[in-house]
């Protein structure tokens, strides 16, 4: 069994800053591509960051230049560095990551339970 916990949305004004984590717990084997998307109340869930196993990072128009994805494959955990927060980044956090379990070496793709940021003065 692996899990997704994500941790440190929060209330921040406009203009701040926040770094969500995303911890992987259980029997991993390894871990390959990983994401965040959001969903907004009323809208559809977006992609917005990645870090594949390879080492590039990606991430969508809207956060270029303001967020920043990483991961610490030590601690089996990524994260997503956000300046310069907007409103319009107000939404539910999510994480996805591609796992490999250590017990029968199968991929599979999981989500976490998500965390709420709200941007707001």
């Known amino acids: 069994q692996v899990q997704l916990v994500e941790s440190g949305g929060g209330l921040v004004q406009p203009g701040g800053s926040l770094r969500l984590s995303c911890a992987a717990s259980?029997?991993?084997?390894?871990?390959?591509?990983m994401a965040w998307y959001r969903q907004a109340p009323g809208k559809q869930r977006e992609w917005v960051a990645a870090?594949?196993?390879?080492?590039?990072?990606h991430s969508a128009d809207s956060v270029k230049g303001r967020f920043t994805v990483s991961r610490d494959n030590a601690k089996n955990t990524m994260y997503l560095q956000m300046n310069s927060l907007k409103p319009e980044d107000t939404a539910v956090y999510y994480c996805?990551?591609?796992?490999?379990?250590?017990?029968?070496?199968?991929?599979?793709?999981?989500w976490g339970q998500g965390t709420q940021v709200t941007v707001s003065s």
């Open positions: 996805n990551a591609d796992v490999v379990d250590r017990p029968t070496v199968v991929r599979r793709t999981y």
């Open positions: 870090i594949p196993s390879g080492g590039s990072t």
């Open positions: 259980g029997s991993i084997l390894r871990i390959n591509d």
